[in-house]
């Protein structure tokens, strides 16, 4: 491999402005290594060499010519499959969607191009987001580059796969309940769920409006901050969009380079204990521990409406997902089947094409939803879970007033193998235990790795959560931990050293 597809953005950036390398001669080299590497890993839905290096030629001579360019201007990015993007097909790992070119771009995708940063492709995901393996794809499944045996997380396994990689420096991915952060863990990668609202849903296939996130995924803490710099922001075309400045996230990154001292870290009780894999927990207090030594004050933070988080997402998500999918109905865009027999109206091309167009998972999802909804189970069911929803944003607003963050494990295990879930919905959510409150409260957080298991040598992520509109704090401590962890954890992994070269 490449030496430069090693560095981190920040660190090509400052090469690509020193004129060391040109954007063309970096893309380039992600455009080889996705090409030779996609078949053993399948990160990648679509490739766009030709837009990718369109935009990297422009980078150039801009630069050249002496204009003004943005940080990260000419350094690759992956966007998940779930994000329109003009032209190229957007298909949210969904037949239904297979083949469909959006008119439009996404907010997102907007301020990558204004930004110039050459967007490589799409990513795989489970079908539209719902999943944690990323082996509800209606293209197969996407491979962990730890050990591709086992899953990359989900949703976005195909973000954090294609950055643990080496593929790109850089993704953006989507996180309803910890579909960026969970895949982070797992990968060995840095996943951030910003506060709800600080970036723009414009342009996001809908999964489940009041949870969805788009957010980074990178290598480095430093990167995600230059990154959410970037897409973060107001947007008058998302209602949801938060009307606030963006910080200089990335300067954040290093404000505690010393010292810790007056720092107060809240460990979570709810998230961590039976359940949890012991070399998860391990690596976990173990940083918990370098927290302390740099001066840090630790304290054990009592949540317990988090015991119930999980089952109050799980009506809210499926009921959101049932609304927003009633749009694919074969008659707008996307995929049509008719019946084989019978009359054919709207009716009976609906169900055949819903039928034929979305995966177990998907129809799993919209059936439980349609259920929660319906006359007879609305205040039983969807009801309780918004009036749980509104306990755990309470403990959340009780715990920050005693610590500037908390901290928990991310993901309650190391990357499991394929098919080892599947058959199990309940078990394939639990995935999400500890991911899962921050989407209900809207409140920020990130995963960033902390080191591997005893037990099977994979990557552990740790999950630092902020106070809502307070990204800022989640960053500095974040920063803070993986200086004291020394080498990023991706260097680490077996990709870096796979034979297929590009």
Not at 17 to 35: F, K, W
Not at 304 to 319: C, Q, R
Not at 338 to 348: M, R
Request: hydrophobic content about 40%; some cysteine.
């Amino acid at each position: 491999m490449k030496e430069i597809l090693k560095k981190s953005a920040c660190e090509l950036a400052d090469m690509l402005a020193r004129g060391e390398v040109t954007s063309v001669e970096l893309t380039t080299s992600c455009l080889e290594r996705i090409h030779a590497l996609n078949s053993k890993v399948n990160a990648f839905l679509f490739i766009d060499d030709e837009g990718a290096l369109a935009t990297a030629r422009e980078v150039d001579a801009k630069r050249a010519a002496g204009e003004k360019l943005s940080r990260l201007a000419g350094v690759p990015i992956a966007v998940k499959d779930n994000m329109v993007t003009r032209g190229v097909p957007t298909t949210c790992a969904s037949k239904i969607l297979e083949g469909w070119l959006p008119p439009y771009d996404a907010t997102v995708v907007t301020k990558l191009r204004e930004a110039g940063l050459p967007i490589v492709g799409k990513t795989n995901m489970d079908e539209f987001a719902m999943g944690s393996s990323t082996e509800h794809s209606a293209f197969g499944s996407t491979r962990n580059p730890w050990d591709v045996g086992r899953i990359p997380g989900g949703s976005g396994g195909g973000s954090a796969a294609a950055v643990a990689a080496f593929m790109v420096p850089l993704a953006l991915g989507s996180d309803t309940g910890g579909s960026i952060r969970q895949p982070g863990a797992v990968t060995g990668t840095v996943g951030v769920k910003p506060t709800y609202g600080a970036v723009s849903r414009y342009g996001l296939v809908a999964m489940a409006s009041s949870l969805d996130q788009i957010g980074p995924v990178t290598r480095t803490v430093g990167d995600a901050a230059a990154l959410q710099e970037i897409v973060g922001g107001y947007d008058p075309l998302d209602s949801t969009s938060l009307d606030e400045p963006v910080p200089p996230f990335e300067m954040l990154t290093s404000r505690y380079s010393e010292s810790l001292a007056g720092v107060r870290v809240g460990v979570v009780k709810q998230l961590q204990g039976e359940g949890y894999q012991e070399g998860v927990l391990e690596s976990f207090h173990a940083s918990v521990e370098l927290l302390k030594d740099l001066g840090a004050q630790i304290v054990e933070v009592d949540c317990p409406s988090f015991d119930y988080a999980l089952a109050a997402y799980y009506l809210i998500m499926p009921a959101e997902v049932s609304s927003n999918l009633a749009r694919f109905d074969g008659m707008r865009y996307g995929l049509r089947v008719e019946p084989e027999s019978g009359p054919v109206t709207a009716e009976t091309v609906m169900a055949a094409t819903r039928e034929a167009g979305f995966g177990d998972e998907v129809k799993r999802r919209i059936i439980l939803g349609t259920h929660v909804l319906s006359a007879g189970f609305f205040d039983a069911y969807y009801g309780s879970a918004q009036k749980v929803r509104t306990l755990v944003q309470r403990d959340f607003e009780a715990a920050f007033a005693s610590c500037d963050v908390l901290v928990s494990p991310t993901a309650p295990t190391t990357a499991f193998a394929f098919g080892e879930k599947m058959n199990d919905p309940m078990a394939m959510y639990l995935n999400d235990i500890a991911t899962i409150p921050a989407n209900l409260a809207g409140v920020p957080a990130m995963s960033l790795p902390c080191g591997v298991a005893k037990e099977d040598g994979l990557p552990v992520g740790f999950q630092i959560l902020a106070p809502a509109h307070k990204d800022t704090s989640m960053y500095e401590i974040a920063g803070a931990l993986e200086r004291a962890l020394g080498e990023p954890l991706a260097e680490s992994c077996p990709a870096s050293s796979w034979e297929e070269e590009a």
